[in-house]
């Protein structure tokens, strides 16, 4: 019983880093694409920003819990 709980947290803990990651990859496309479509000087600064926060968690390590 043990194990398979071990087990089932492992495979929940893989699930939800998979959809971290989706949204991560997803984030920075929405964000290259509006900059690259926005004219005005205020918004993409905005959105650069946004961009390199997100770009930074790409470095940020995992940790299994």
């Known amino acids: 019983v043990a194990v398979a709980l071990v ?5 929940l803990w893989y699930r939800e880093m998979a959809m971290e990651e989706f949204i ?3 984030n920075l496309l929405l964000l290259r694409k509006q900059l690259a479509e926005t004219p005005h000087s205020t918004r993409r ?9 997100e770009e930074a968690k790409n470095c940020a390590p ?4």
């Open 24 to 26: 991560h990859q997803q």
């Open 45 to 53: 600064l905005q959105l650069s920003k946004l961009l390199a926060e």
């Open 7 to 11: 087990h089932m947290t492992q495979l």
């Open 62 to 65: 995992l940790k299994e819990k």
